[in-house]
């Protein structure tokens, strides 16, 4: 299974994806939401996992982007500091089909992240 994880921060994108490849997931690394939706059209990824707030495409754009331009049924789980419920609202009427509020469990992502991919399955 491939995951696609769009993250500006550092540090939050070796964890994420350290922990996805011990998990058995081939893993692609965007750092900014126009470099994300390059990986998305060529990576084609069984699930992607996006930050809001990124360079260049917010993640609600990504989601967006996904859902209406692309047309694709990808799951997509949005990590973010902002919790703010209008900002979750909004990212579950684009499309998004988890939410995680920064700082978050590796262990919880892994466990969301293998939920999705079943009911795709």
Request: zero cysteines; charged letters at 30%.
């Given at each position: 299974m491939k995951i696609l994880v769009c993250e500006d921060d550092?540090?939050?994108?070796?964890m994420v994806e350290f922990k996805l490849r011990k998990d058995g997931y081939e893993v692609q690394l965007a750092g900014d939401g126009k470099a994300a939706l390059?990986?998305?059209?060529?990576?084609q990824p069984d699930l992607i996992i996006t930050?809001?707030?990124?360079?260049?495409?917010?993640g609600l754009e990504i989601v967006h982007q996904v859902r209406k331009t692309l047309n694709l049924a990808t799951p997509i789980i949005i990590v973010s500091s902002i919790g703010l419920e209008k900002t979750v609202l909004e990212a579950f009427q684009l499309g998004a089909d988890d939410f995680i509020t920064k700082p978050f469990s590796p262990n919880e992502?892994?466990?969301?992240?293998?939920?999705?991919l079943m009911k795709t399955a």
């Open positions: 550092e540090m939050v994108l070796k390059d990986q998305i059209r060529s990576f930050d809001i707030m990124m360079p260049y495409l917010t992502l892994s466990v969301r992240v293998k939920k999705l």
